[in-house]
């Protein structure tokens, strides 16, 4: 069912708006139908990266222009359906001259000009990563004061390509870290680009033990096709299983994709509880589970808060906690819009994030 509407609902927004620009357009029926065909061909292009086309064996710069256009067209498309469905209700409510959106060079220079200004402004705040520092007590035994870099959905591939990787191992490596968590999603579906950039380099250039789940877009690639490439990496993958680093309890749960994941209790046997525990669980869903195991810290991910506003909004009412930081008895909890993102390069409405937590002795907040 769900995917019948996800389906449904992009292409009755696409024939939307290809009906609006057609007759917004003050140009020639010749030239509107080439203006049609680009646009034709930015969505072919976006139906060839959902898996219809095989573009991993395209030459790698033709399948990376299909994924940077292709993936950025939806965003494109979903901006210019809001815009003209406002234009259509100010024209309904006698706002909006009917004039203004047929065959208008006024209706199509503003329509044109505030999508410009909106996704530029989307890829420079997209570039600008930022830095959310988080303290975190705990009346455990620990060693030391622990700095902890966490990180989720990177997914690096054919759009975010090892030059934009190294630039973030740059921001990690700079918090000096004693420890690097990373809640899923560190690939985006395709392995071709990782192994050809070599990207696993990059990983090895961490500082710091890293320590990683699956999310859901490490299924799309294949599990174990990740599990190979975190083993070059030097990441330490944990599926459903738990380990002590720098005095640490981390436990990683497998994505809930694998419908057969242990329950989190399970995973909870035999793990000291002396010890601070983190869990990593890609997706935010029935977050009382850590509080009632008994887990002091969970990071997810997984949302990207929507990435753009206004679908912030809806991912708001399908989790309990979208974003940001949650408290519940003892458990704290961490949910990140992510580092990287899926698709065109564009933040609107939310950001591009790495955590820094500050892992100390002292009062453990409860509610």
């Known amino acids: 069912m769900w995917r019948l509407v996800f389906l449904v609902l992009p292409l009755a927004g696409i024939t939307y708006s290809l009906w609006r620009t ?8 010749a030239y509107k139908w080439i203006v049609l065909a680009v646009l034709g061909l930015c969505v072919f292009l976006l139906f060839a990266n959902f898996g219809f086309f095989h573009i991993d064996r395209w030459p790698m710069p033709l399948a990376t222009a299909s994924y940077e256009v292709g993936n950025s067209s ?4 979903l901006y210019a359906v809001l815009l003209y469905l406002a234009l259509d209700l100010g024209r309904l409510v006698h706002l909006v001259p009917r004039s203004f959106l047929h065959d208008s060079w006024r209706g199509t220079l503003t ?35 622990r700095t902890i870099v966490m990180l989720s959905d990177l997914h690096i591939g054919y759009h975010n390509q090892r030059p ?59 599990e174990r096709e990740a599990e190979a490439f975190y083993r070059e990496a030097g990441i330490t993958l944990l599926r459903d299983r738990a380990v002590t680093v720098k005095g640490i309890n981390i436990i990683g749960r497998d994505d809930r994709t694998n419908a057969h994941r242990k329950p989190l209790v399970q995973l909870m046997l035999g793990v000291d509880r002396s010890r601070y525990t ?22 997810s991910g997984h949302t990207h808060y929507g990435q753009l506003w206004p679908v912030s909004w809806i991912v708001d009412l399908i989790y309990e906690k979208a974003y940001g930081g949650l408290q519940k ?39």
């Open 74 to 77: 939806l965003f494109v498309m």
């Open 22 to 29: 057609w007759h917004i357009l003050p140009l020639p029926q």
């Open 278 to 299: 983190i869990l990593l669980d890609h997706q935010p869903y029935h977050l009382e589970e850590a509080q009632q195991a008994g887990v002091d810290f969970q990071l």
């Open 329 to 367: 008895g003892r458990t704290q909890y961490y949910v990140t819009s992510g580092i990287g993102i899926w698709g065109g390069k564009f933040r609107v409405g939310t950001q591009s994030e790495y955590v820094v937590a500050r892992l100390q002795k002292g009062a453990q907040d409860a509610d």
């Open 164 to 222: 934009e990787l190294a630039r973030w191992v740059d921001l990690v490596n700079a918090e000096r870290p004693d420890l690097v968590l990373i809640g899923g999603d560190i690939i985006d579906g395709h392995m071709r680009p990782l192994w050809e950039q070599g990207m696993a380099q990059e990983f090895r250039r961490i500082q710091a033990p890293v320590v990683a789940c699956l999310g859901n877009h490490e299924y799309f690639g294949g």
């Open 111 to 145: 329509v044109a000009g505030v999508l410009v200004v909106v996704f530029a402004y989307g890829y420079v705040h997209y570039m600008n990563k930022v830095r959310v520092p988080l303290e975190l007590h705990t009346a455990k035994a620990t060693p030391e004061a």
